[in-house]
């Protein structure tokens, strides 16, 4: 034996001590596969598990040495005696038809209705207190203690057996059920009871296989009991050493478990191989085994739970061997042989029968640190290093550094590549050359780092870089294409094409697509359903029309054929919940074998990915209603139930079971009678409604599971009433009291049209009144008069000067009579024609003057037509004729507390008392009514247009005081009057 072969013996050796070593105990040494564990850091109450258990619900019922937990995938509720559990160690669990969940533990059996617990003790009739085994067949539940057996149905118990410890139960043939003891094996059936075979004593545990042939155990060794006769049962593999067997399960695929102090073994062909949930020895004491709805196995440890889903992925790490477990590159040879390199720990080659060996530089390596690895010829690789390459002979298993280069063999190799047409391509750093020849024409960016090179159907030949983005090759001539990808992302990875030529790119800002038809590039991200916006390596496996995807947080997979047919994104994510445990990906550490299984490399160990094994979770979640709150507050509700009005906050909760899972539950509500639409998938187990009116409504919730499959939709029917003020008697009252209420209202209304438009009527009378006044006839009889003492005196420019004036003042006061309001400026001028005119009547007998304050802008200003001429008129006639010489009239117009006009009539007349005494005693009872009738007009005024006209008429007294004449003062506001 040469040194090299001793070398290479020696060290195999001792990696299989290593394995020896880690999992000593055992004869069959089993695969790494995942078992996902759930202990007292995540809530369970104890780290023994005794009992399991999964009710109709989809809840995992979890009993220990500290009371029982209910499990939904994510939080442990703990039950103890303080909440009315008759002891804190669990026995056994089991349901019956009402959903009630029966707990047997060694101080009496506790059924919780999902409310409370009753207890059941020697008093209520069990044989013994110490309940050791329970079923659940039909509509009864079988009870086994340790001195004899019941059953309750109905809430009745009967006793079966007497003075007998019961050990086990289990379902035999059809409806009968094996009761095992410790005098003897029992078949129970049709209410009855007898003894099958009393050889057959002691049993702990009992399964039934697909072949009728039952599973025993005595909790040292196993037997096969078939045909009556029970056989010592030893599959190849078996541990022989004494060993304690606690539990037996066989699944539907006849996959045989037993669990042991020392590991779970699997029974398949009669070959037995060992698995261990954890690298402790209490992680390996296996106390029971359930297998859910879901598939996934769950089992009972002294360091909690555990779940085992699938085989489909195999860890290899450092105990298989693997030294610097940190890949990259992987690739396979025609006999199957797989090697892959590692950042550090050189090359290493896995011949399928769990065998690793490792090649160093001591073995002909050009350097330890390896980046990639590409076919070279039939049974020949190169391996790309950090100092040049390497040729794998997988042959002769030997390897050897490539010399004389080109100078390549001093320089880290990023990428390799052998082509279609015979060529090939190397990267280095930014640097990309053609059979050992540098393309020159290369712009790259000087830290651009090149790591992958990806040939496509058209034998272009993509750069995908760090640093510096996309380029391509053609004829040895690069190209940069990151313009063309309209994206600020300069860092890809990898690059993979489908059958339809659509070209697919890993970046660090999720995977860019190239549909090469239409030439558009899409985009996807965690937005779509990926797990992580760093992908590091892709591959496409033609045979699935599936994208694999490798990125920083495990492993997906695009399903391409849906999305070139549908354009609809189907995306699967494999994370540590799934088994792949090994987290963060590498580039250019990923392969799908000849048996179109995959190969990953990660920064922890190499993952081989079984995908017959990982099937999609067909299994809907089960979903409740878990609690309601009204108002902000938890309360319990009842199907149908009718809420006051006042209680319309209301917010719903739920809960998916998924234990696949559960973080990936999505839910969806709708709330029928108030919504429309579902509202949008979210992982938030809750909806809420506020303000909700009254009424009838269906409150529905659905949730998907880990494989996007989506449950029967649940419902929950309630009411809310309508408040007493929205009773229809109270709305026919409401209707009885409006319509009343708008009879008077509108009779009210009528009559104040009716009223104000008798006010407006009586005004217009007292200003037809007041123009009759303007226009009396002694007026108009003695202008006439003047215009013919005018003519007949043969004075026709005096003639035609008062009969023009009088023209206009009668057209005036014709024209004003039709507008309720006239203009300041209007009224003045009217009120000079007609003093003037009184003056040539009385032939001089007083003179006026009209003063307008300074800055008052008389056309912006109205005032009531005809509402002056009146007071003018009177202190004409009754102040200044019976004067009879030397009269003044002074009309002042001013503005008064800013918001009223101020109108001031003086004459130096006899005054108010002379002149009414003189009217007493004349002969001509003819009297004026234009004051009155003024004075009723602005009353009516005041009525209509809710104003404060007045007018306020004073003495004059001169400084001895002495009578001079009246004074007349208007107040007129400043607005507009109808």
């Keep these: 034996m040469n040194v090299y072969t001793s070398y290479k013996v020696l060290k195999t050796l001792f990696y299989f001590i290593i394995i020896l070593l880690i999992l000593s105990g055992t004869n069959t040494v089993a695969q790494s596969l995942f078992f996902k564990n759930y202990n007292v850091e995540h809530g369970l109450s104890a780290v023994q598990i005794n009992a399991l258990h999964q009710d109709s619900k989809g809840y995992l019922w979890c009993g220990g040495y500290a009371g029982i937990d209910k499990f939904n995938g994510k939080t442990f509720i703990p039950y103890t005696p303080t909440n009315g559990l008759a002891d804190y160690?669990?026995?056994?669990?089991?349901?019956?038809?009402?959903?009630?969940?029966?707990?047997?533990?060694?101080?009496?059996?506790?059924?919780?209705?999902?409310?409370?617990?009753?207890?059941?003790?020697?008093?209520?009739?069990?044989?013994?207190?110490?309940?050791?085994?329970?079923?659940?067949?039909?509509?009864?539940?079988?009870?086994?203690?340790?001195?004899?057996?019941?059953?309750?149905?109905?809430?009745?118990?009967?006793?079966l057996l007497k003075n007998e410890a019961i050990l086990t139960l289990s379902n035999y043939i059809g409806d009968t059920i094996l009761v095992s003891t410790n005098n003897g094996l029992y078949k129970y059936s049709n209410a009855h009871i007898i003894l099958y075979n009393s050889k057959v004593k002691n049993m702990a545990r009992i399964a039934r296989t697909d072949s009728n042939t039952l599973l025993m155990t005595n909790g040292k060794k196993l037997f096969l009991f078939k045909n009556n006769v029970l056989a010592p049962y030893n599959p190849k593999g078996m541990n022989t050493g004494e060993s304690i067997i606690n539990d037996l399960y066989i699944d539907k695929n006849n996959e045989w478990y037993v669990a042991t102090q020392n590991g779970l073994m699997k029974i398949v062909n009669n070959v037995a191989t060992y698995y261990y949930p954890g690298n402790d020895l209490n992680s390996n004491k296996i106390y029971c085994i359930i297998n859910d709805y879901e598939g996934n196995k769950w089992i009972g440890t002294y360091n909690g739970i555990y779940r085992f889903k699938t085989s489909a992925f195999i860890n290899y790490n450092i105990q298989y061997g693997i030294s610097v477990p940190f890949i990259f590159g992987i690739n396979q040879t025609e006999n199957n042989d797989?090697?892959?390199?590692?950042?550090?720990?050189?090359?290493?080659?896995?011949?399928?029968?769990?065998?690793f060996t490792n090649y160093t530089t001591a073995d002909g390596v050009s350097n330890n640190y390896i980046n990639c690895i590409a076919t070279y010829k039939k049974n020949k690789l190169v391996a790309g290093t950090d100092k040049g390459l390497t040729i794998i002979d997988n042959t002769t298993k030997k390897l050897h550094a490539i010399k004389n280069c080109g100078g390549?063999?001093?320089?880290?190799?990023?990428?390799?590549?052998?082509?279609n047409d015979s060529a090939v391509y190397l990267a280095s750093g930014n640097e990309i050359y053609s059979n050992y020849e540098l393309i020159k024409n290369n712009t790259m960016p000087a830290n651009a780092v090149v790591y992958k090179l990806f040939q496509d159907y058209k034998k272009r030949v993509w750069v995908c870089s760090l640093n510096g983005g996309i380029y391509c090759i053609e004829k040895n001539k690069i190209s940069n294409k990151n313009k063309f990808f309209s994206t600020h992302c300069n860092t890809y990875f990898s690059a993979a094409q489908d059958e339809l030529n659509n070209l697919y790119f890993a970046s660090i800002e999720g995977l860019f697509i190239l549909n090469c038809a239409t030439q558009k590039i899409s985009q996807l991200t965690t937005d779509q359903g990926l797990m992580s916006n760093l992908i590091y390596e892709i591959q496409y496996d033609q045979k699935e029309h599936k994208l694999y995807i490798g990125s920083n947080k495990g492993l997906s997979y695009l399903d391409?054929?849906?999305?070139?047919?549908?354009?609809?994104?189907?995306?699967?994510?494999?994370?540590?919940n799934e088994g792949f445990t090994l987290s963060e990906c590498n580039s250019q550490s990923m392969l799908i074998d000849h048996k179109n299984n995959l190969w990953v490399g990660t920064v922890n160990g190499l993952v081989y990915f079984d995908k017959q094994y990982l099937q999609p979770n067909i299994y809907p979640a089960k979903l409740h209603f878990t609690h309601f709150s009204l108002n902000d507050r938890d309360t319990v509700l009842r199907l149908g139930q009718r809420l006051d009005y006042s209680y319309n906050n209301i917010t719903t909760y739920v809960d998916g079971i998924c234990l696949t899972n559960p973080q990936s539950v999505k839910y969806s509500f709708l709330l029928k009678g108030y919504e429309k639409k579902w509202s949008l998938p979210s992982p938030?187990?809750?909806?809420?409604?506020?303000?909700?009116?009254?009424?009838?409504?269906?409150?529905?919730?659905?949730?998907?599971?880990?494989?996007?499959?989506?449950?029967?939709?649940?419902?929950?029917?309630?009411?809310?009433?309508?408040?007493?003020?929205?009773?229809?008697l109270a709305l026919l009252t409401y209707a009885l009291l409006v319509i009343v209420g708008l009879y008077f209202l509108i009779a009210w209304r009528i009559t104040i049209i009716r009223n104000k438009e008798a006010r407006k009527t009586l005004l217009a009378g007292y200003e037809l009144k007041a123009l009759r006044a303007q226009m009396n006839p002694h007026f108009i009889f003695n202008a006439l008069n003047s215009i013919q003492h005018f003519v007949l005196s043969n004075e026709p420019m005096a003639a035609n000067k008062y009969l023009s004036k009088f023209a206009k003042l009668v057209r005036n006061i014709l024209n004003n009579s039709e507008r309720s309001e006239i203009s300041l400026q209007e009224e003045i001028a009217q009120l000079e024609l007609y003093l003037d005119l009184e003056k040539l009547r009385f032939e001089e007998l007083f003179f006026y003057s009209i003063i307008v304050q300074d800055g008052l802008n008389v056309n912006n200003i109205e005032i009531p037509t005809m509402l002056i001429q009146p007071y003018v008129e009177n202190a004409i006639l009754h102040g200044i004729v019976p004067l009879k010489k030397d009269g003044k009239i002074l009309i002042m117009f001013e503005i008064h507390d800013q918001n009223l006009l101020k109108c001031t009539i003086q004459d130096n007349g006899i005054g108010r008392e002379k002149a009414a005494l003189l009217k007493k005693n004349s002969i001509n009872k003819h009297q004026s009514a234009g004051t009155r009738i003024t004075q009723n007009r602005l009353a009516l005024l005041n009525k209509i247009n809710n104003t404060k006209l007045s007018a306020i008429t004073t003495n004059v007294i001169d400084a001895d005081g002495a009578l001079n004449g009246t004074l007349v003062t208007l107040y007129i506001p400043l607005m507009q009057y109808q």
């Design 560 to 576: 391409v054929r849906k999305l070139n047919a549908t354009k609809q994104i189907r995306i699967e994510n494999y994370g540590y």
């Design 338 to 355: 797989i090697w892959f390199g590692t950042s550090g720990g050189g090359i290493y080659n896995y011949n399928g029968k769990g065998m």
């Design 408 to 419: 390549l063999e001093d320089k880290k190799i990023s990428a390799i590549i052998f082509t």
């Design 684 to 728: 938030n187990n809750f909806a809420r409604y506020t303000q909700l009116p009254p009424g009838k409504y269906e409150l529905m919730a659905k949730c998907s599971n880990n494989s996007n499959v989506w449950n029967e939709p649940i419902s929950f029917m309630f009411t809310i009433k309508s408040p007493w003020y929205a009773h229809p």
């Design 89 to 159: 160690y669990i026995n056994c669990i089991t349901e019956d038809k009402n959903r009630h969940i029966y707990i047997g533990t060694p101080n009496g059996l506790s059924v919780y209705n999902g409310t409370t617990f009753t207890n059941y003790t020697t008093a209520q009739g069990l044989p013994s207190n110490d309940v050791k085994c329970m079923l659940s067949a039909n509509s009864l539940i079988l009870i086994g203690t340790s001195n004899g057996l019941v059953s309750i149905s109905n809430n009745k118990m009967s006793t």
